[in-house]
């Protein structure tokens, strides 16, 4: 399935990590549906859109992501985790979700969105 074009969410609370991110996506030939900065309007946009995938920072301002997680999980919508730690302890439930390791590289990001649209 690789090369079909995904309809992303980029769920991330830093906007200059966000933005770098949806510039890789857009030049990878997807589209970027929106980007939320919080549990609350990551769920707004779950509930509101048509989306293929997510890609999903595990601490937003403070607050872990799991509740969203579990909203694409209910939807069916595959995510990726993304975190900047090392030691980031992800649910029993959630583990099988690919991990996208901060800083991004495009490679790892293109590996995430093949396993994303396998798993579509």
């Not at 609370?13 to 309007?41: F, K, N, Q, R």
């Not at 799991?66 to 209910?74: I, T």
């Amino acid at each position: 399935m690789a090369g079909n074009i995904m309809r992303i969410l980029i769920v991330e609370d830093e906007p200059m990590i966000a933005m770098l991110l949806e510039d890789t996506l857009d030049m990878l030939g997807h589209e970027v549906i929106g980007t939320a900065e919080s549990v609350e309007a990551a769920i707004a946009l779950i509930d509101a859109d048509a989306i293929d995938a997510a890609i999903v920072d595990i601490n937003l301002n403070g607050e872990k992501v799991w509740p969203v997680a579990a909203a694409l999980k209910s939807a069916s919508v595959p995510f990726a985790i993304s975190s900047g730690a090392v030691d980031s302890e992800i649910p029993e439930q959630h583990a099988s979700a690919p991990l996208l390791k901060k800083p991004y590289m495009i490679a790892d990001i293109e590996t995430v969105l093949e396993e994303l649209s396998a798993a579509s």
